[in-house]
């Protein structure tokens, strides 16, 4: 979750709006977090320092959840792994690891 903050400043040209985004732990909501690296695949981490919890702010979803229900119905329908995964571009491992977790 982020904060937006805005103010007046009294700048060199006139009066300016200085808006500045305020982060905040997802977990705890805690705004006491500082950089932590990155992930695998690029993204900021971030520690919040009340919580310990080490974690990315915009996490990236490769697939909606109304793609993943339609898959997922798919391979229902007809349990093939393999030709699902053909279909809708899915890899296996994917496929399996969302089977395995609405079962």
Known sequence: ??????????????????????H??????????????RTRCGSQQYLCKDCRAVEVLTPKH??????????????QERPNMRGISRIFGVSRKTLAGWIKKNS
Do not use: W
Not at 1 to 22: D, P
Not at 62 to 75: F, G, K, P, V
């Open 1 to 22: 979750m982020n904060f937006l903050v805005s103010e007046i400043v009294l700048g060199k040209y006139g009066y300016m709006i200085r808006t500045t985004i305020q």
């Open 24 to 37: 905040q732990c997802r977990k705890s909501g805690s705004p006491n977090i500082v950089k932590n690296g």
């Open 62 to 75: 490769a697939y909606s959840l109304d793609r993943q229900e339609d898959i997922l119905h798919a391979y």
